[in-house]
């Protein structure tokens, strides 16, 4: 049990490091706006997980740099990013939702 417990706060800080950057800020505030109750949480941070990759796609597009290439969805180090950027936005969502809690008092 001890081992799991420290590979899931391993994979909870390097989540918290990949969402605590700007693009990842923005999408854990907007999906904090749009979570009403703790038990939407987990639908909410999945849906963060969607938005983060799917303007991780379209940046070159939009800088008009590139084109856009879709994700390698066959590849496990894929997966294992989706993971982490999951278990980021479910620590980052939750605690700015204890902040938006305490701030309105709902």
């Known amino acids: ?10 994979l909870a800080r390097e989540g ?3 969402v605590n950057a700007v693009l ?20 909410v941070a999945g849906g963060a997980v969607i ?3 799917v303007l991780e796609s379209l940046a070159p597009v939009i800088a008009e740099v590139g084109g856009f290439n879709l994700p390698p969805l066959l590849e496990a180090y894929f997966w294992r990013e989706v993971g982490v ?6 620590v980052v969502i939750g ?3 204890v902040i ?5 008092k709902n």
């Open 95 to 97: 605690i700015l939702f």
């Open 16 to 18: 918290f490091a990949e």
């Open 85 to 90: 950027l999951f278990v980021g936005y479910l």
């Open 24 to 43: 990842g800020l923005l999408i854990a505030a907007v999906a904090t706006l749009v979570l009403s109750k703790w038990s939407r949480l987990i639908v």
């Open 51 to 53: 938005a983060h990759i």
């Open 1 to 10: 049990m001890p081992e799991f417990l420290e590979q899931f706060l391993s």
């Open 100 to 104: 938006k809690r305490i701030v309105t």
